[in-house]
């Protein structure tokens, strides 16, 4: 239930050095690709760039993003600006789907009016975008294991190193077999595969946007924990959501017995310490009632009333028995 997270601790100055050298290697691979994607007249290359592009915009945002979420909370952000690395990432991914049905779209007109494509400067482009991918891959390794921006940048590179090898690939057979039509359909490959990775993550994102509930967390297990308090008689209009990324909040009406209303102060200590030991909720705050002037007819996930049958159902239900 806790989450873990690895290796999300690095040192910020680091982190941000290794996102720099990978902002500035993707633009120099980029200008390189377009160029030669032109002059050979490589509709694959000239996919890997723009793929190429949309990663060093994406490093771009989350390297401006890593920094905004630093700042303390204050009075216009209560919760802080950790969740602009939640808008990153979504911007990234988006930024992912159209980039995929754009190269969709001019694979397929490839194949309606095909060119002839120059294999040799395929082939060596294709082999110096690969060097610059798997190194900026690497440099994001190890900090995408804690951050969902970072995480969206990684599947940037990471994508765009197995496109390079396509675009190798490519490249080799139209310089042995003269295949021109290989292209386009690499083109399409790579778009297919950056489709996939990306509406495959961009849930994530959202979800937290949303306000949902952290996703490796049983909710009702929570409420479970904490009715098994002693002194607890139920909980309700509970809610739970991430307010960054790895931090769970939590707030609910819970119900004492005569017994615990007597000594408050102990039962809410023993359901925080509760939450953090077994969720690591950290951030919860609850709304206590007596049981005997508790709300009646409530929701337990959410802040409405359960809602009432009409009376005719009820005048079924009691025909029924």
């Avoid at 290796?7 to 290697?25: E, L």
């Avoid at 098994?228 to 939590?250: F, I, K, P």
């Avoid at 996930?301 to 009376?311: C, S, Y």
Wanted: proline share 3%; with cysteine; aromatic share 8%.
């Amino acid at each position: 239930m806790p989450h873990d997270h690895g290796n999300a601790h690095m040192d910020p100055t680091s982190g941000d050095r290794r996102v720099s050298v990978a902002i500035w290697a993707n633009a120099l691979l980029t200008v390189a690709q377009v160029v030669g994607g032109i002059f050979s007249g490589s509709l694959a290359l000239i996919a890997d760039a723009l793929h190429n592009f949309s990663d060093m915009a994406s490093l771009v945002i989350a390297f401006v993003a890593r920094k905004i979420a630093r700042r303390p909370a204050d009075e216009r952000m209560t919760f802080g600006y950790g969740r602009i690395e939640i808008v990153a990432a979504l911007i990234n991914y988006t930024t992912l789907i159209l980039v995929g049905f754009y190269l969709i779209y001019e694979g397929a007109m490839r194949f309606i009016e095909p060119t002839e494509v120059a294999g040799w400067t395929v082939v060596i482009l294709g082999c110096v975008a690969l060097a610059v991918d798997s190194l900026t891959a690497w440099l994001t390794w190890s900090m995408q294991k804690g951050s969902v921006n970072i995480r969206a940048l990684f599947l940037h590179n990471l994508s765009d190193a197995l496109a390079s090898v396509a675009v190798i690939i490519g490249g080799t057979l139209i310089i042995l077999y003269d295949v021109t039509w290989v292209d386009p359909a690499i083109t399409i490959a790579i778009a297919l595969y950056i489709l996939y990775l990306a509406l495959t993550e961009i849930g994530k994102p959202i979800r937290t946007l949303m306000l949902g509930s952290p996703p490796d967390m049983d909710s009702r297990a929570v409420v479970r924990a904490m009715t098994e308090v002693d002194g607890v008689e139920d909980v309700h209009h509970v809610h739970l959501w991430q307010m960054q990324e790895h931090e769970a909040a939590l707030d609910c009406h819970v119900v004492l017995t005569e017994a615990g209303w007597s000594r408050i102060e102990p039962v809410k200590a023993e359901i925080k310490e509760r939450l953090s030991a077994e969720f690591s909720i950290m951030h919860s705050s609850f709304e206590f009632e007596n049981i005997h002037h508790a709300h009646q007819n409530v929701q337990l996930f959410g802040h409405g009333d359960v809602e009432k049958k009409p009376d005719h159902e009820d005048n079924k239900d009691t025909e029924r028995q």
